[in-house]
Nanobody, 125 residues
Framework: QVVESGGGLVQAGGSLRLSCTAP????????WGWFRQAPGKEREGISC????????YYVDSVKGRFSISKDDDKKTVYLQMNSLKPEDTAVYYC????????????????????WGQGTQVTVSS
């Protein structure tokens, strides 16, 4: 089971930290991704982190503002979101896939096997 939390309403320029807990997983065997889906738009992958060496990747729209990290002992992945913009408003999802190399980073949603239910982030102008 994958469970996101931490969403909410924030003013533009503010910050939020999303958490994704997955107690049933051996954490460093899996790669983790954050995705978002705004109303009327397709789901997009925005950041990911590999299982073993914690390589990270960000799409350009969030680079420099968002930061992904994970705590293997707590079995939690985080997405720190700073300098939020109204266009960041979306439902944010955490997802995971097996990472046999330990170095997998991907924002292709089709590759991910397990998904959370999503958490709403709303940024007001």
């Amino acid at each position: 089971q994958v469970v996101e939390s931490g969403g909410g309403l924030v003013q533009a320029g503010g910050s939020l930290r999303l958490s994704c807990t997955a107690p049933g997983f051996t954490f460093d065997d899996y790669s983790w991704g954050w995705f978002r889906q705004a109303p009327g738009k397709e789901r997009e992958g925005i950041s990911c982190i590999s299982g073993w060496d914690s390589t990270t990747y960000y799409v350009d729209s969030v680079k420099g503002r968002f930061s992904i990290s994970k705590d293997d002992d707590k079995k939690t992945v985080y997405l720190q979101m700073n300098s939020l913009k109204p266009e960041d408003t979306a439902v944010y999802y955490c997802a995971t896939q097996l990472d046999p190399t330990g170095r997998l980073v991907s924002t292709d949603s089709a590759e991910y096997d397990y998904w959370g239910q999503g958490t709403q982030v709303t940024v007001s102008s």
